[in-house]
């Protein structure tokens, strides 16, 4: 097992504390998985799937008020309320240790408490940092083990060192009302209590390598970000490898696993990640990153062999569905799947499903599977350096107001872009569709400290590297008047990656405007496309006094975090507004 002493000494304070009938170390082996499955297949927690159709395949229901992340329960603990800044809840870890804390007690009574280490990255790699979560959730253990490098090769990288995030979880009675999230940053240590939703309950992903992973790469000056990774590579074999962040709904995961089309000859696309990004500069003053995760917890609905044929072909084996729905041979199903659903159903909750009923699977049913699996995989996305990143991409879902894609002046403009991200809400939201929300970096909910030191700590970022990359934003949604999408998405995105990359390597003509570099005329390759050069004329069309508009908007926003926020970013903003006032009066 260990003889670290002190994982030794938390384990057996927790076990002091929850009282479990029996603790279980997770050792990462193949008859390990084969008892998580067992059991959970005995208690009803798994139902297997098809297993001639789905091999390894798995669907499980979670409990019916307890089907996606909590923000209002999400809570920052640490000992200043500033640091966790305008865009969080905080709790005080005194409260935390009162009203959470309390809650522990003796709450794996007659339950098994399993002990997962787990590895953030390649093992060895110098960017990988080791967790280790107790949870008495055998789904939480079993999922864990194919979103990290869980087991002993986790105790092995870990050694005698006392450096590991310490994750504490229980489903506890599953009640909404006893239901807490506590990240405290300044002792990597993570509580959860109350739910077994993925992003809730494994703590490795949005808590970890996210919440408390930002709080660290602040202190030690590299950056965790919530961001896909992805190599290009073109028709003479030269791989480029780009980062992108995207708030919600917008296809961070189809981008990830991109399909060139057939007109895009010689080009292919390699995921190394679609979710997070861990990025550091190398000796060679090159920003690299490393996907800390090992497996892939995407968003079921929408994916098809249309829009994601890599993803459909991932989760074809060793896949956790959680709360899809299932067809009478016991196939996974959901919305967005095939044009008519099957006959004789059952919905996500187990009840008969008949066509005219609510979604037969959850909106925000999922998939877990191996990255591994993935055909696009990067044969570098285990490289315990990382990729070199040319590019960042920042990117919304905007009707109106963004154009397809621009590039920023430099740096300290990019990370202004990225401050202003926003999103428009899609149906699968609830709310009103169409409203702005404003999302910096795609990082409202998983920013594990103040956003305006967050802002502070990446401009800091352009200053010490060498060779910082390009940053670039992007707009797939742009509508015509009739509520058309004007670009056709999807592979045909390769279209736009390619001029990205073209500028970063000293090539690629442009047009300048007040918000920042535009592709020139005939810049971006339309060649066997219906998108005219007209088309793009409009999808690359300035709107200043929808601009105008939009950079109040950003003013407003900064104004949440007062005297903490950068003074380069409200020159930013002045800026902005100078350049769009002075490019009415040359339109005039
Ligand atoms: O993921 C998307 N991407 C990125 C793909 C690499 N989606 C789906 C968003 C929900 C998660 C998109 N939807 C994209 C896109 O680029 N673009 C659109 C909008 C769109 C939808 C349908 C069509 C065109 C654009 N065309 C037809 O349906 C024929
Ligand atoms: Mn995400």
New binding site residues.
Partial sequence: MTENKDLLDWVAGVEKKVRPAKVSWCDGSEEEKACLIADLSASGHLIPLNEEKWPGCHLHRSHHQDVARTEHLTFICTENEEDAGPTNHWMSPKDADRKVGSLFEGCMEGRTMYVVPFIMGPAGSPHSKVGVQITDSAYVALSLRTMTRMGNIALEQLGTSTDFARCLHSLGDLNPDRRFICHFQEKSEIWSYGSGYGGNALLSK?CFALRVASWMAKEEGWLAE?MLIMGIEDPQGKVSYIAAAFP?ACG?TNLAMLVPPLSQKGYKVWTVGD??AWMRYGKDGQLYAINPEAGFFGVVPGTNTKTNPNAEKTIQKNTIFTNVAMTPDRSPWWEGRDKTAPAGMIDWQGRPWRSGDAAAAHPNSRFTTPAAQCPSISPEWENPEGVPISAIIFGGRRAKLAPLVFESFNWQHGVYLGATMASETTAAATGAVGVVRRDPF?MIP?CGYNMADYFSHWLEMGRKGENPPSIFHVNWFKTDEEGRFMWPGFGENLRVLRWILDRVHGKGATTDSAIGHLPAPGAIDLEGLETTEADMEALLNIDVEAWNAEAEDHKAFFEKFGDRMPDVLLREHQSLVERLSRSVTQEV
Avoid: E, R, T
Wanted: net charge positive; proline share 0%; glycine share 0%.
């Fill in positions: 949005k919530h919600s961070k979710d997070i795609a998983f």
